[in-house]
């Protein structure tokens, strides 16, 4: 807890400082006058066609999904390379290298089929 | 925090000088943007408040706090004004946890009549960091990676279809990237064996020295830094954070030909300045991050640090002149690279977004992967 505090401290301070600013701005500036073209949502300038609430298609959840998998492939990735000299120079360079050997090739396997089925092809 | 009065203010003086440095820099920055971007193509930039205008952004900062308070009709008011506010946030975490200087001893002193020595007696330890977390990098590459969170309550807040469009690609944008981001950093910590930002700095301080089969051959005369042992991986790590910076040229999200301005076309004033702020502040712990991986940090080459006078003076008061020649030494650097952003900013043309995502997924990440292998193999054949 003691290493987190700093951190929650920080936030906190940074969030006060944001949110301040803001406030400070809303209450120098101008007193706030609606008028219809100023409420349009900003299409370049012309009147807009589209409703501001219509729909639009979310297509990189397939990509977010694959980015958790190989993410966390990558964090598993971060303690062996931490021990990696450790290992080498107990001797058991050769072991250190086969295990994650295998794990490389299950990560390349996985992108190469990713690459194949076209699941990261974006149009 | 710390243990007794001296260090809890001490550190969180510390702190808010830090997050201080990173909301002063913008002025600075933007203003080197727009006179270097001037220089590069052939015009003036701003010349007329104040001298070389430099008091441009200052009149600018002055400005947006006038400007009036504006809320798109169907935006969502929490997030579009949660925002920019966020946008801060993970610059500002990520930085204060940096060492920007080694960690210097202050022996125990007499002030308003009462001696500090600390817990143990001995004396403090304080480098130039915020907070001191024990697993540096996997903390910033965590906090960092909360800046699409703000981009995204951007983009929907302002429900506008170009904010939303520009926010759903900076977050796809993102998460590409990460992953070759975070393996590119693998070489480096095999190479190092340690998450700490301190002790990989201390390692970078010898002279060059390679490994063959438990043979080493020295280089006097330059620096063991990061770069010369993993090359790729500096190559990979400083892409993928200018696409995590959303930097030229991978700015996508704010393709201002295609998309007005991306995530903030709805915002103004001083809501759009904090943005900048967040985006100078990811540049800011990128460049600090690459000084530190492979440049040395505060470390400068072997036989140049022997010629300093620095070196020779005793007490509290060497330690602090030592630590703040460090501090330069660290900061000239991180000046460097955040130049070197802007220069590529000016240089190179945006992406498409299809060849965006295939060079992340399909280049990227394959090189990353070979990076890994390449490294383990040198290591293994350096140690023999």
């Known amino acids: 807890m003691t290493s987190v505090l700093p951190v929650i401290v920080l936030f906190f301070l940074v969030v006060a400082f944001g949110a301040g600013i803001l406030f400070i701005a809303s209450f120098l500036g101008p007193k706030k006058s609606p008028n219809p073209a100023k409420d349009m949502p900003y299409e370049c300038g012309i009147p807009g066609t589209e409703a501001p609430d219509s729909k639009i298609n979310v297509k990189f959840y397939l990509t977010a999904i694959l980015f958790i998998i190989f993410d966390i492939e990558i964090i598993f990735m971060y303690p062996w390379a931490i021990t990696f000299l450790d290992y080498i120079k107990k001797g058991e360079g050769a072991y250190i290298m086969g295990a994650m050997g295998v794990f490389v090739l299950l990560f390349i396997f996985g992108l190469f089929w990713e690459v194949k089925s076209k699941a990261l092809d974006w149009d | 925090m710390g243990a007794d009065k001296f260090e809890i203010s001490v ?193 970078q301080e010898a002279a060059l020295t390679y490994g063959f089969f438990g043979q080493k051959f020295t280089i006097p005369f330059l620096p063991d830094w990061g770069i010369f042992h993993n090359p790729i991986g500096m190559l990979l790590f400083a892409s993928a954070s200018f696409a995590e910076c959303n930097r030229l040229p991978f700015d996508l999200p704010e393709a201002e030909g295609e998309l007005v301005a991306g995530f903030h076309t709805e915002y103004g004033g001083f809501k759009m300045l904090l943005f900048y702020i967040g985006e100078y502040g990811h540049m800011l712990v990128a460049s600090a991050l690459l000084a530190i991986f492979y440049f040395g940090g505060y470390n400068i080459p072997q036989w140049l640090m022997t010629l300093l006078p620095v070196n020779h003076i005793p007490g509290n008061l060497g330690a602090i002149l030592f630590a703040l020649l460090a501090h330069v030494v660290l900061l000239t650097k991180i000046i460097f690279f955040l130049w070197v952003f802007i220069w590529v900013r000016w240089t190179l043309p945006r992406f498409r977004y299809d060849q965006l995502m295939d060079l992340g997924w399909k280049t990227m990440l394959p090189w990353a992967l070979v990076n890994v292998i390449l490294t383990a193999l040198w290591i293994f054949c350096a140690q023999g």
Not at chain 2, 103 to 123: C, R, S, Y
Not at chain 2, 127 to 147: D, E
Not at chain 2, 177 to 198: D, P, Q, R
């Open chain 2, 11 to 203: 550190n969180l003086i510390k702190m808010a000088v830090i997050f201080l440095m990173m909301i002063q820099i913008v002025p600075i920055l933007v203003w080197v943007e727009r006179r270097g971007s001037a220089f590069i193509q052939n015009r003036f930039g701003p010349n007329r408040v104040g001298p070389l205008g430099l008091m441009q952004l200052l009149a600018d900062a002055v400005k947006f706090l006038f400007k009036e308070e504006f809320l798109p009709k169907k935006g969502v008011a929490l997030l579009y004004y949660a925002a920019p506010v966020m946008a801060l946030v993970p610059g500002a975490l990520a930085l204060a946890s940096l060492p920007l200087s080694p960690t210097i001893h202050i022996e125990p002193f007499h002030l308003f009549g009462q001696l500090w020595a600390g817990v143990d007696g001995k004396g403090y330890d304080f480098a130039f960091q915020g907070f001191s977390i024990n697993v540096g990098i996997v903390y910033v590459l965590g906090i960092s990676s909360l800046g699409a969170y703000s981009l995204l309550m951007a983009g929907w807040g302002s429900s506008n279809k170009y904010s939303l469009m520009g926010a759903l690609r900076a977050s796809a944008q993102m998460i590409s990237y990460e992953l070759a981001l975070g393996l590119s950093l693998v070489g480096i910590l095999m190479i190092y064996g340690t998450l700490s930002f301190g002790d990989m700095m201390k390692m």
